[in-house]
C-alpha cells in the first residue's frame, strides 16, 4: 500500500513563494518518477513538474524559471518550490508517484494566490 501526503498549500500573494512537500510510505521501487501536478476549477489536471530518481528534471512551459523540483530519495520525499507565484498558478497541486507502470495520487493541497 502505497500512500503520499502532501504539505505546504495555502494563500499567498502574487509574487510570493509557497513550497509543498509530498511524502511517500510503503513499498516504492527504487526507481521511480515523483512529480506535481494541479487542477484549476473547470480545467483538466496537468504536469507542473517531476523528477526521476537519478535526478533529471522535467517543467512545464508555464512555471520554467519559476519553480524547482526536487526530491530526497532517503525520504521518499518530493518538494516544489514555487516563487514569483501568479495568480493563474491557483489551483489543487496534486503528489504523483509512478514506477511498474503505476500511478499513485496525494489527496492534494489548495494553492491560491491572489492578485
Known amino acids: 500500500q502505497v500512500q503520499l501526503v502532501e504539505s505546504g498549500g495555502g494563500l499567498v500573494q502574487a509574487g510570493g513563494s509557497l513550497r509543498l512537500s509530498c511524502a511517500a510510505s510503503?513499498?516504492?521501487?527504487?526507481?521511480?518518477?515523483m512529480g506535481w501536478y494541479r487542477q484549476a476549477p473547470g480545467k483538466q489536471r496537468d504536469l507542473v513538474a517531476n523528477i526521476i530518481s537519478g535526478g533529471r528534471t522535467n517543467y512545464a512551459d508555464s512555471v520554467k524559471g519559476r519553480f524547482t523540483i526536487s526530491r530526497d530519495n532517503a525520504k521518499n520525499t518530493v518538494y516544489l518550490q514555487m516563487n514569483s507565484l501568479k495568480p493563474e498558478d491557483t489551483a489543487v497541486y496534486y503528489c504523483n508517484l509512478m514506477f511498474r507502470n503505476r500511478d499513485y495520487w496525494g489527496q492534494g493541497t489548495q494553492v491560491t494566490v491572489s492578485s
Open positions: 510503503g513499498t516504492i521501487f527504487p526507481m521511480n518518477v
